[in-house]
């Protein structure tokens, strides 16, 4: 999926997209038609980087609850003629997750819609899923016909219902079809539950990859062989060090780490990395310096995870070289480093907002580190981080760092969190926004009777009630 283009910080389009509870806001005091507008723009053009982790469904259901908003764009886009030219799940997922969510809100439209698209869809799978959490067995055993029939008779059509029907995400359509009357559903999907069960348990017996009894020389080569095909294997290849290698093996692993192919340079500086051997540090630095750029990531992955004393000592030195291995520093610093390591830490989130924009990976552990360290000179960064970041999670994680460093949260950012996109954002929020504000109230009840609404949120809603706040 294309980078999506996401509209300034300051539009309510531009809020819509990245999730935040502003966005909300400002869409119920907007013109209705306008709000409309931006809603179903985020819906139809899914806006996030990484579709698969963050939230938006619930977010833009809710707003179409509070806008009364109709589905017909969202009908259009579903049954478009691109829905049969691109296959990309990703296109519709985002519209099926918002009829989900309403459907659960009782809205019969977005019921009937998912019905429908899962009956004749691309991405009827998704639509399935949906169902299967909000429909009844009458609604689902409707589809039973229309969704075998996607499935030729044949060797080919049975083994793509076979793979359909073992990687379900949500099970129940295939157990009520299994028991279905009607014997032409039934055997068939039987059939192919029983293959599945079969094919899971082949690939069980047959594991691909090293084994216990092989060599050290031979670990290196199966990394080698996943470099050569383009995939890297040597995370998985230095485990396998670790149950094939002895003490007397340490000679050709230093050296493998200092001079070998990159499949066992990478997998040497890992497995040396996580044994803290004496000399991983010295290989680390050497393989920045000298490496290509598979080793140079290796060896800056591998010292971000060690935690030895020597390493957060190391780190300290390293936290101003302008290279990978001084980034990494300042994120072992973030993560593990103490109360001396704050003038470092907070050098390096400015460098990164600076240098790579509020965006930037790095952000997210050193964000995390400034909340860690209570960094309260941080708060003018972490609120820019906030307010312009794309990424929902990376504003979660601002969020809960400026609980901690910066005094107006309370009454400030906290607020608007109750609105937002990500779960654990509007969990904090519920245990820090002041509750003076005739909004946060009302939003509080509101979370704490929503059956939609996480776990965790409610908890943090219900820790709050007291004698100075209505009973919700």
């Known amino acids: 999926m294309f980078d999506p283009v996401i509209a300034p910080s300051g539009t309510l389009l531009g809020l819509l997209q990245r999730g935040r509870g502003d966005g909300t806001l400002h869409a119920l ?67 099926l997750a918002v009829l989900g969510h309403l459907a659960s809100y009782g809205r019969p439209d977005a019921l009937a819609l998912l019905r429908r698209y899962a009956a004749t869809g691309t991405n009827w799978a ?124 340490r000679p050709e692993i230093v050296e493998a780490a200092r001079h070998g192919e990159e499949g066992a340079r990478c997998t040497a500086l890992r497995y040396l990395a996580d044994g803290n051997d004496p000399d991983a540090l010295d290989l680390i630095e050497a393989a920045v310096a000298n490496g290509s750029t598979g080793v140079t990531e290796a060896a800056v992955d591998a010292f971000e995870r060690m935690r030895s004393v020597a390493a957060v000592d190391r780190a300290r030195g390293w936290a101003h070289r302008p290279d990978a291995l001084g980034a990494a520093a300042g994120r072992v610093l973030a993560c593990r480093g103490g109360a001396q390591d704050r003038d470092l830490v907070l050098g390096a989130l400015r460098e990164a907002v600076r240098g790579e924009g509020p965006d930037a990976p790095t952000l997210w552990t050193l964000v995390d580190g400034t909340g860690r360290l209570g960094i309260a000179c941080a708060a003018p960064v972490l609120r820019h981080i906030y307010r312009e970041t794309a990424s929902s999670h990376l504003r979660q994680r601002a969020a809960r760092a400026l609980a901690v460093t910066d005094p107006s949260f309370p009454a400030g950012f906290a607020v608007e969190c109750l609105w937002d996109c990500e779960e654990t954002t509007r969990e904090t929020a519920a245990r820090h926004a002041e509750t003076g504000d005739a909004r946060v109230v009302e939003q509080l009840r509101r979370l704490a009777a929503d059956p939609a609404e996480e776990a965790e949120v409610q908890t943090a809603v219900r820790s709050r009630m007291g004698p100075d706040m209505p009973a919700v």
């Open 29 to 95: 005091t907007a013109p209705r038609a306008e709000a409309l507008a931006a809603l179903n723009h985020c819906v139809l053009r899914d806006p996030r980087h990484d579709w698969q982790v963050e939230n938006r469904s619930l977010y833009y259901a809710r707003l179409y609850l509070d806008l009364a908003g109709e589905l017909d764009e969202i009908e259009r886009h579903l049954f478009d003629a691109e829905d049969v030219l691109d296959d990309c799940e990703s296109r519709t997922g985002l519209s």
């Open 126 to 249: 998704w639509a399935l899923d949906e169902l299967a959490l909000r429909d009844d067995d009458a609604g689902l055993r409707a589809l039973a016909v229309p969704t075998l029939a996607r499935f030729p008779v044949d060797p080919e059509g049975e083994a793509a219902l076979t793979a359909a029907v073992r990687d379900a995400f949500e099970p129940r359509p295939w157990r009520l079809w299994a028991d279905d009357p009607r014997p032409s559903v039934a055997a068939r999907v039987r059939a192919a539950q029983e293959a599945g069960s079969f094919d899971r348990w082949q690939r069980q017996m047959r594991p691909s990859g090293p084994r216990p009894g092989w060599s050290v020389q031979a670990v290196f080569d199966w990394a080698q062989q996943g470099i050569d095909r383009g995939a890297a294997l040597h995370v998985p290849a230095a485990r396998c060090l670790t149950a094939v290698a002895g003490a007397e093996n």
